[in-house]
């Protein structure tokens, strides 16, 4: 991983922190594919996908997550879900976009239930 991106979710664990959330766990890996932030908010499984830029030249960071990024993320989410063992628990997806433009503050962009 990049410096980009793990101040990215270092930034974006901060934030989730500060908004109530407690971290479950980090960087969950399954197959080829990995879940930036996984915590809990109101008894509500919460998986985290955190994009990272330093600019916008390529779009902004929430549209790199793809339909092909979020079957991946369901697909590593169901994982997890088996391996702990957890059954009824409502779930969902968020995605935390960060833009680091040098000179500027970061812009930060948590969208609940992304997909």
């Given at each position: 991983?990049?410096?980009?991106?793990?101040?990215?979710?270092?930034?974006?664990?901060?934030i989730l922190y500060d908004k109530g959330y407690e971290i479950v766990d980090k960087n969950y890996r399954f197959g080829h594919g990995e879940i930036d932030i996984i915590a809990t908010k109101n008894d509500v499984l919460v998986f985290i996908e955190v994009k990272t830029r330093s600019n916008t030249m390529y779009g902004e960071p929430e549209e790199a997550i793809t339909y092909?990024?979020?079957?991946?993320?369901r697909k590593i989410a169901n994982a997890y879900l088996h391996e702990k063992k957890i059954i009824n628990k409502d779930c969902r997806f968020d995605v935390i976009a960060i833009l680091l433009e040098k000179g500027n503050d970061p812009l930060i962009n948590h969208i609940e239930n992304a997909f």
């Open positions: 991983m990049s410096n980009l991106g793990k101040y990215g979710e270092s930034l974006a664990t901060s092909s990024k979020q079957k991946q993320l």
